[in-house]
């Protein structure tokens, strides 16, 4: 069942945000595969080899995710959850040596994209349980 609200089709413009987020959480951890490995490599940690001001960029597009979960309507546990991510991703990812090994094996935007994915199933779920009010006669 599509939902609409003026002329918009609100489940395929969560897909459409949904894929653009998805997008940009891959591009930042996983744009490539080191050869023979299940380890990757993202803009995220290219960007971390330049201290703090790599990881300040690096910053902008995981808050940008942050910020469209909660417009999508992730619960304040889910953006609690992606918010302490981005910060020990942060934080951590300042170290030098260790802050990108820790980069590269954490990989905190697609730990966000993936929480929020879950947060915004459950909702739905529970929202689809929901059966509408049957119309009963008014009182007298």
């Known amino acids: 069942m599509d939902c609409y609200v003026k002329g918009m089709n609100i489940e395929q413009d969560i897909d459409f945000e949904l894929a653009a987020l998805r997008k940009i959480a891959w591009r930042m951890d ?26 300040t960029m690096a910053l902008l597009p995981s808050v940008w995710l942050i910020w469209k979960a909660r417009q999508l309507g992730a619960t304040p546990g ?52 929901v059966q509408p009010a049957r119309s009963l006669p008014l009182p007298g």
């Open 30 to 55: 996983a744009l490539f595969y080191i050869p023979r490995t299940n380890i990757s490599v993202g803009l995220d940690n290219i960007l971390g080899l330049v201290p703090v001001v790599g990881d």
């Open 78 to 129: 889910a953006l609690a959850y992606m918010t302490l991510n981005t910060l020990a991703d942060y934080f951590i990812g300042m170290v030098p040596i260790v802050g990108d090994l820790f980069d590269v094996l954490y990989n905190a935007n697609i730990r966000n994209y993936r929480a929020l994915e879950r947060n915004l199933n459950k909702r739905a779920a529970r929202a689809a349980v």
